[in-house]
């Protein structure tokens, strides 16, 4: 009935005795009711945006819609002109993930494979900088936007801050060091050999033999591009140039009713779920590869 693919921690063999029989069911059961838990605010939204106003104003409050009417999707659409949001996103995102591989990927690589005087020293450093609170950047972070160092450009109103915070990420440096590591060095040593220099290596040895990591990489920014409020918010100032979820607080404000509000949430959180749902293997796959555990 059990087989060790299927129970993790657990073999065949531990199953047999009852009381390992009732742990397991008994840790099942808790993951189901944490998984409905996970998936009712989410439900919610998507009944209540098929409600009218007054059905979600009603007391006592009712879970499921009167009627449902599919073309209020579409209404919603056109009438919040979200394809313009959608494209804007999907331009911080692609840019993001770009910067990620460019720069986070170069920097695990330098860290990893050429090993220069001072990057552990460096890599010291930048595990240091994952303790401090996001918060504490964020004033230098803007006044830097507002006059960047060297050249004094005024990034705001601009997807260069959301691009460049994308590549420089210790998380993300970290995780493609981590995959890095276990490359066998004589694909490295053979590639030197051929006369690859250090980028010719980067690009032609590494890179091919990194997809997993690559394709983690690109969902992880995806998700966190698409899902990123405050740093958008503070500098983008034309309407036109919003993302989703830029476009999403400003609407709170607006005349739009609480159902079309409701559909907004569906608008946003439709693609990183579809993301999630058809690669979720990857994700799983590259956290193993990558040697972090959890």
Not at 6 to 15: F, H, I, P, R, V
Not at 195 to 224: D, E, H, K, W, Y
Not at 241 to 263: N, P, W
Request: with cysteine; glycine share 6%.
């Amino acid at each position: 009935m059990f087989d060790n693919k299927n129970t993790g921690a657990l073999s065949s063999m531990d199953l047999k005795a009852a009381r390992n029989r009732v742990l397991y069911w008994v840790m099942f059961a808790l993951l189901m009711i944490l998984a409905l838990i996970c998936l009712l605010p989410l439900l919610w939204i998507l009944l209540s945006s098929f409600k009218t106003p007054k059905e979600m104003l009603q007391i006592p409050p009712t879970l499921f819609p009167s009627t449902i009417d599919i073309h209020k999707l579409g209404y919603a659409w056109e009438l919040l002109d979200f394809s313009r949001y959608y494209l804007n996103s999907l331009a911080v995102a692609a840019g993001a993930v770009v910067f990620t591989i460019v720069c986070n990927g170069l920097a695990g690589f330098v860290i990893s494979r050429l090993r220069p005087a001072g990057s552990r020293v460096f890599f010291l450093l930048m595990l240091w900088t994952m303790m401090l609170p996001n918060t504490l950047s964020l004033v230098p972070l803007f006044k830097t936007m507002i006059k960047f160092p060297i050249f004094g450009f005024n990034l705001t109103d601009t997807y260069w801050p959301m691009w460049l915070v994308s590549g420089a990420s210790a998380f993300n440096v970290i995780l493609f060091k981590g995959f890095f590591d276990g490359i066998p060095s004589s694909l490295i040593d053979a590639a030197r050999l051929d006369g690859c220099g250090n980028l010719q290596l980067f690009n032609r040895v590494v890179l091919p033999l990194s997809v997993p990591i690559l394709a983690v990489m690109t969902i992880f920014t995806v998700n966190g591009a698409w899902g990123d409020f405050l740093l958008p918010y503070l500098i983008l100032k034309t309407p036109q140039r919003y993302t989703v979820m830029v476009e999403l607080f400003s609407a709170k404000g607006s005349s739009i009713s609480m159902d079309i509000q409701m559909m907004m949430l569906i608008f946003v959180v439709i693609p990183p779920l579809i993301i999630f749902m058809l690669f979720q293997k990857y994700i799983m796959t590259g956290f193993t590869l990558s040697g972090i555990k959890g």
